[in-house]
């Protein structure tokens, strides 16, 4: 079976550090994969995804994941956070031809300002 | 478009009464999706729809129920309500599942209190 592992469950940051936030997930077949993110009081909405070529992908507002095969995960990075990037950030797993979207249990980052 | 709307925002429920959560999209998508999200826990599939007319269960589907009559209208019904399932409910839809990076499109969510 599917799964996908967020092993940070919460992580606070000062403005400007780096961000990274770890995603494992097992699947032995071809997947896609995302991030994304809920601001507090929305709804989740798309940060990046990858489904193919370069495993490194850019996503808004300064994200970007890396893709590695060989250890099955797809970390989030940013390079300088900022105090409006507080929020929930949740990875997910899609098999190719499947309907099912298997999520990780989320990354609560607060961001001190 | 007004994407994946979402009602109510709120309810509070008492032990044993029943609703409705109603879900709809204006996107034309194919699949569409049923969620809830407990803190910590991320989000569970509770029913999913390929198409009108064709739904079937997620992991976690007991005490849930829903129809798929439209494309654009996906409700979720809830017969005898329970505090277990006090939860934030999302609503979620893509154009077709399976194809390489489709994005899924997710409502506001309802948040459901079962006293």
């Known amino acids: 079976a599917q799964s996908v592992s967020q092993h940070n469950h919460h992580v606070i940051l000062s403005e400007a550090a780096s961000l990274e936030l770890g995603c494992n997930y097992s699947y032995g077949g071809t997947v896609n994969l995302f991030w994304y993110v809920q601001y507090p009081g929305q709804h989740l909405q798309l940060l990046l995804k990858y489904f193919s070529g370069d495993p490194l992908v850019k996503g808004i507002k300064g994200f970007e994941a890396e893709f590695i095969k060989s250890k099955f995960s797809f970390n989030l990075r940013k390079p300088s956070v900022q105090w409006s990037d507080t929020a929930e950030y949740f990875c997910?797993?899609?098999?190719?031809?499947?309907?099912?979207?298997?999520f990780g249990t989320g990354t609560r980052l607060k961001v001190l300002a | 478009n007004a994407g994946v709307t979402q009602t109510p925002k709120f309810r509070i429920l008492k032990i044993g009464q029943s609703m409705t959560l109603q879900c709809a999209q204006d996107m034309n998508h194919n699949y569409m999706y049923w969620y809830r999200q407990d803190p910590g826990m991320g989000l569970k599939l509770i029913y999913y729809?390929?198409?009108?007319?064709?739904?079937d269960k997620g992991e976690v589907p007991n005490g849930y129920n829903v129809s798929r009559s439209t494309t654009e209208d996906f409700p979720l019904r809830l017969e005898l309500a329970a505090p277990s399932q006090t939860s934030v409910y999302f609503c979620?839809?893509?154009?077709?599942?399976?194809?390489?990076?489709?994005?899924?499109?997710f409502g506001p969510g309802t948040r459901l209190t079962v006293l």
């Open positions: 997910a797993v899609n098999a190719q031809g499947t309907y099912k979207y298997i």
């Open positions: 979620a839809s893509t154009p077709v599942s399976g194809r390489a990076g489709d994005t899924q499109y």
């Open positions: 729809s390929v198409g009108a007319g064709i739904t």
